[in-house]
Nanobody, 125 residues
Framework: QVQLVESGGGLVQAGGSLRLSCAAS????????MGWFRQTPGKEREFVAA????????YYSDSVKGRFTISREIAKNTVHLKMDSLKPEDTAVYYC??????????????????WGQGTQVTVSS
């Protein structure tokens, strides 16, 4: 069974940076997509960014494009989300997700097969 474990959330002032990490453990396939979503109370889970594990393609939501960068660390089966120029509206619980066996990026949460436990990101103004 594959587990996704996130780390790196916290409190930061507006304009600051944070890096989230998501480590996949257990049996994984060589073809999959890793993504990040976020959620605030009373709202649906929102797509943030994703990348294919092979091929290196990435995709970002318009709200984070140019500020967030998704990258992978192959040896550690880990994907990172570097968040720069953070805004108060970026405050949310951030979840990593995996879409096994896929090489196209989905932006809908229901397409993803596995989820991490979530990590809180709070941006103060």
């Amino acid at each position: 069974q594959v587990q996704l474990v996130e780390s790196g959330g916290g409190l930061v002032q507006a304009g600051g940076s944070l890096r989230l990490s998501c480590a996949a453990s257990g049996r994984t396939t060589s073809t999959f997509v890793m993504g990040w979503f976020r959620q605030t109370p009373g709202k649906e889970r929102e797509f943030v960014a994703a990348r294919t594990w092979n091929g290196g393609r990435s995709y970002y939501s318009d709200s984070v494009k140019g500020r967030f960068t998704i990258s992978r660390e192959i040896a550690k089966n880990t994907v990172h989300l570097k968040m720069d120029s953070l805004k108060p509206e970026d405050t949310a619980v951030y979840y990593c997700a995996a879409d096994w066996g896929k090489f196209t990026i989905a932006t809908v949460a229901s397409e993803y097969d596995a989820w991490g436990q979530g990590t809180q990101v709070t941006v103060s103004s």
